[in-house]
Antibody
Framework: QVHLQESGPGLVKPSETLSLTCAVS?????????WSWVRQPPGKGLEWIGE???????NYNLSLKSRVTISIDKSNNQFSLKLSSVTAADTAVYYC????????????WGQGTTVTVSS | QSALTQPPSASGSPGQSVTISCTGT?????????VSWYQQHPGKAPKLMIY???KRPSGVPDRFSGSKSGNTASLTVSGLQAEDEADYYC??????????FGTGTKVTVL
């Protein structure tokens, strides 16, 4: 059974880069799945950030595209998110997910990690 | 792209049915049969309930059903149970390898 676990700093300063990693266990990240990142600001709804395929192809939310980079590390069975030039508006719970069904944001999700942008 | 529009709240008594709407445009909901629905309990990660408009992942009760007409998709929960009380979000493929979520609906079981 696939399990996902997000990790990274819980506090990031404004203008700096947010970096998170999603460790995949119980299955290979090199499977045919896509892998995604979704975030949720406090008390607000979900926002799709982007996705990466097992071969490294990426798709990003058009509104975040200039600041987002998603990468895959097959040797460590994990994928990562980098979001540059962060502001308080980027404060959110960040989730990683496996897209077990096409054209969805995920059928297996991590527990989420809270990132606060503050000086 | 703008978030899909959902009613902020919906409610029903145990055993009743509740239907949640999700309104988009011809560029997302109306243009593709790739609408999915997620259930989220407080403090928990979302759970996929419906994909491709009306398909259920294994393990999801058949009390949950989805449909679409034009630019509006709907999720119906039949035979409401206490554990169905949660936030529900729709999502749609929006073309150009992008996805958009709905604004979310809080379902209360009276």
């Amino acid at each position: 059974q696939v399990h996902l676990q997000e990790s990274g700093p819980g506090l990031v300063k404004p203008s700096e880069t947010l970096s998170l990693t999603c460790a995949v266990s119980g299955g290979s990240i090199s499977s045919s799945n896509w892998w995604s990142w979704v975030r949720q600001p406090p008390g607000k709804g979900l926002e799709w950030i982007g996705e990466i395929s097992h071969s490294g192809r990426t798709n990003y939310n058009l509104s975040l595209k200039s600041r987002v980079t998603i990468s895959i590390d097959k040797s460590n069975n994990q994928f990562s998110l980098k979001l540059s030039s962060v502001t308080a508006a980027d404060t959110a719970v960040y989730y990683c997910a496996r897209e077990g069904y096409s054209f969805t944001s995920g059928d297996v999700w991590g527990q989420g990690t809270t990132v606060t942008v503050s000086s | 792209q703008s978030a899909l529009t959902q009613p902020p709240s919906a409610s029903g008594s145990p055993g009743q049915s509740v239907t949640i709407s999700c309104t988009g445009t011809s560029s997302d909901v109306g243009g593709y049969n790739y609408v999915s629905w997620y259930q989220q309990h407080p403090g928990k990660a979302p759970k996929l309930m419906i994909y491709e408009v009306n398909k259920r992942p294994s393990g999801v009760p058949d009390r949950f059903s989805g449909s679409k007409s034009g630019n509006t998709a709907s999720l119906t929960v039949s035979g409401l149970q206490a554990e169905d009380e949660a936030d529900y979000y729709c999502s749609s493929y929006a073309g150009s390898n992008n996805y958009v979520f709905g604004t979310g609906t809080k379902v209360t079981v009276l």
